[in-house]
């Protein structure tokens, strides 16, 4: 079946840190890509999403390429805040249509001033 | 409204208990979506809805019962639950056309706790 594997922290930064957290997807077919994020006490905010080789989904000063070759989806941002701190998953659809999203376990991000 | 809502946000209740989370998104879409979040555990999808047509159920419990009146409103209705079911309950949206993916919305979520 498919999965996600993340990195899942805590990772602690200072502010302006350069971030990277890594993602890597097992699937079956041609999968799409999805950065979501969760702050305290709320649901998952989409961030950015990839849907085939190649594209690089951005939003918000965060990035991250699918990479078909190394089946990975890294989520980088140059410069982080304090309000950059929440948790942030990698998840993936195989299949279009109505399918359910894989996740990974999440990494808790804390950016300290 | 805006958005994917849900209700109640925290809900607490005992293990002989039966209540209904609900869930309303106002974007439009055709395919609605339950999840859990439990701690420690990576979030599993539980059923999925499409044109308010069961597609998916994925090995939940039958005291979870989903409901999906229409296409902008799902329901999960709780009995006899165990203290394990406690989670964070995120319902989410989008827009289902065979062969395309579109991004999922997600609300709030609602936090359980069974005593």
């Known amino acids: 079946g498919d999965s996600v594997t993340q990195m899942e922290g805590p990772v602690t930064l200072s502010e302006e840190a350069f971030l990277t957290i890594n993602c890597t997807y097992t699937?079956?077919?041609?999968?799409?890509l999805f950065w979501y994020v969760q702050y305290p006490g709320e649901g998952l905010q989409l961030l950015l999403k990839?849907?085939?080789?190649?594209d690089k989904g951005s939003n918000k000063g965060f990035e991250a390429t699918y990479r078909k070759e190394t089946t990975s989806f890294h989520l980088e941002k140059g410069s982080v805040q304090v309000s950059d701190s929440a948790v942030y998953f990698c998840a993936l659809i195989s299949g279009g249509g109505a399918d359910g999203l894989t996740f990974g376990k999440g990494t808790h991000l804390i950016i300290q001033p | 409204e805006t958005g994917v809502t849900q209700t109640p946000r925290h809900l607490v209740m005992g293990m002989t208990n039966k209540k209904s989370l609900k869930c309303e998104q106002h974007?439009?879409?055709?395919?609605m979506y339950w999840y859990k979040q439990s701690a420690k555990k990576p979030l599993e999808l539980m059923f999925v809805y499409s044109l308010e047509e069961r597609v998916e159920n994925n090995s939940v419990p039958s005291r979870f019962s989903p409901e999906c009146p229409n296409s902008s409103h799902l329901f999960l209705h709780l009995h006899t639950l165990q203290p394990e079911d406690s989670a964070l309950y995120l319902c989410?949206?989008?827009?289902?056309?065979?062969?395309?993916?579109?991004?999922?919305?997600f609300g709030p979520g609602t936090r359980l706790t069974v005593t």
């Open positions: 699937a079956t077919g041609y999968p799409s």
């Open positions: 989410a949206s989008s827009q289902a056309v065979s062969g395309v993916t579109y991004e999922q919305y």
């Open positions: 974007l439009g879409h055709n395919a």
């Open positions: 990839a849907t085939k080789a190649d």
